[in-house]
Each structure stands twice: as C-alpha cells, then as structure tokens.
C-alpha cells in the first residue's frame, strides 16, 4: 500500500536518502567487492583442503570514516558469522552458501530492509561482477576508469529508469532491468552509476587499489586533498614501518 506523504515519510525519506546516497552505494560498492573477494579465496582455500570455511562473518562497525567503511567487507571475513545470518541458517536447516553471510552483513550495514535471499548462484555471479568492478577500483587514472566503467555500463546495465519501488521508498534512479532483478545484476548497475557519478563529480578515479603489497583491498577516494594510497590509516603505518626499518638496515649494512 502507498504510504501517505505525513511528516514521519518525509523524515523516513530523508533517512533513506542518506543511506542511499551516490557516496555511500560507492562505500557499499567498495566493501562488497573486498568480501566477494576474500569469500572467493576462502572458497578456493577451502577446495585445495585448507582450514578457514568457517572465516565469513559480519563487517566490524567499530572503525570509522570513509576509509573504513570500504574495507569493512574485507575485514568481516575473519569477524564472527552474525546472529541474524546464523539464524537464517538454522532456520534453513543447514549452513548458508559460502559467502552469503557476509554479502548480507555488508548489505545490512548499507541500509537494505527486509528478507535477503542470497543464494550460493547469487554470491558466485556477484564474485564475478565483483572481479570487473575491482578494474574500475584500480584504474591508474580517470581515463582509464571512464573506459572501464563506460565498457560496463554497455555490457552489463539497461536504460535509465525511476522507481520507488512501489511507493516503498522515495524516487531514485536505477539501472538494472527491473525492481525484481537478480543481485548480481543490481550489484553491477548500482555499483557502476554511483563510481560514475563520483567520477564526473569529481574528475579523478573513484576509487584505488590498496598500495601495500600485503594488502587487495579496494576503496573510495575522497574528495580532495592528495590523492589516496592506502585503503586505512593501518596499512599506511604498517608501510612506513616497513619502509624505515628496511631504511635502517641498508644504514646498517652500509656502515
């Protein structure tokens, strides 16, 4: 039923607006690339017998700002499985499809409502979609991104539509084919109108790829200021650690 225009929906909309912006469904972007990511190595550790199955779990609301939240996904991979996921499982009767636990938190943490059925075909098609988006992320450029994304945009996304979903939600422009589509398919279409708007908005990538060695993770550029490196103020440290005890050495060697 189309909920009435009262001041509780205005209010509602504007929370939804929030949860929704083009910013944060970047963020969102970001952190389910980095779990599609880690829950696909686990899957093919797990295949070659090694230990771990059991890592997927929830994103860690603990850290802040925007180098946080697009590496939360990355990080939910070792956290514990969330009690809701664990009781969707149970109810099920047996275990969710690899991954799924932690596709559903990231989607938690990013505003989405309601029953969310991610099965084991969902997470393997939203992996794949996950490897073209990591293209975009490390685009070494604007240009480059543009190409890729306008390359996904073709392929992969339909023509521009408003929905509100029914009157469930404010108006907001989608690109996948309807309200009903796989998640795969919105994953891509969201993920890739959101980078593209930063992209114009901003005339730099939208985002990078985490330039420790030690690290894959992908995340979200800020707005101004130096261009980014790093995906969190840990890794940064951990680098330059890194660096100032291989600059000692060479000292010491060379003394």
């Given at each position: ?13 504007d ?7 083009v ?10 690339v980095?779990?599609l ?19 997927v ?7 802040s700002?925007?180098?946080?939240q ?20 149970e ?36 992996r794949?979609v996950?490897?073209?988006?990591r ?15 306008n ?8 023509p ?17 084919g ?18 593209a ?7 730099r990538?939208?985002?990078?790829l ?31 650690v ?13 003394g």
């Amino acid at each position: 039923m189309k909920r009435s225009r009262g001041e509780g929906a205005e209010a509602a909309d504007d929370e939804w607006s929030t949860r929704h912006s083009v910013l944060r469904s970047a963020q969102r972007a970001a952190a389910l690339v980095n779990v599609l990511s880690a829950a696909g190595a686990a899957g093919a550790a797990d295949a070659d017998g090694a230990d771990g199955a059991d890592d997927v779990g929830t994103t860690d609301g603990a850290r802040s700002a925007e180098s946080a939240q697009s590496v939360k996904g990355a990080e939910s991979v070792k956290g514990a499985v969330s009690a809701e996921s664990a009781v969707s499982a149970e109810s099920a009767g047996g275990p969710r499809a690899p991954g799924a636990d932690a596709v559903t938190a990231v989607l938690r943490e990013y505003g989405e409502r309601g029953p969310l059925d991610v099965t084991a075909q969902d997470v393997a098609d939203m992996r794949a979609v996950a490897a073209r988006l990591r293209e975009v992320f490390a685009a070494p450029d604007a240009d480059t991104a543009a190409a890729r994304l306008n390359r996904l945009l073709a392929e992969g996304c339909g023509p521009v539509r408003l929905t509100a979903h029914g009157g469930g939600t404010p108006w907001h422009i989608h690109l996948d084919g309807d309200d009903s589509a796989p998640w795969a398919e919105w994953f891509l279409a969201s993920s890739c109108m959101a980078l593209a708007v930063l992209l114009w908005d901003r005339q730099r990538p939208p985002g990078g790829l985490c330039a420790s060695p030690r690290c894959d993770t992908v995340y979200v550029t800020g707005g101004s200021g130096a261009a980014r490196r790093y995906c969190s103020p840990r890794c940064a440290t951990r680098e330059r650690v890194a660096s100032h005890r291989r600059a000692k050495g060479s000292r010491a060697t060379a003394g």
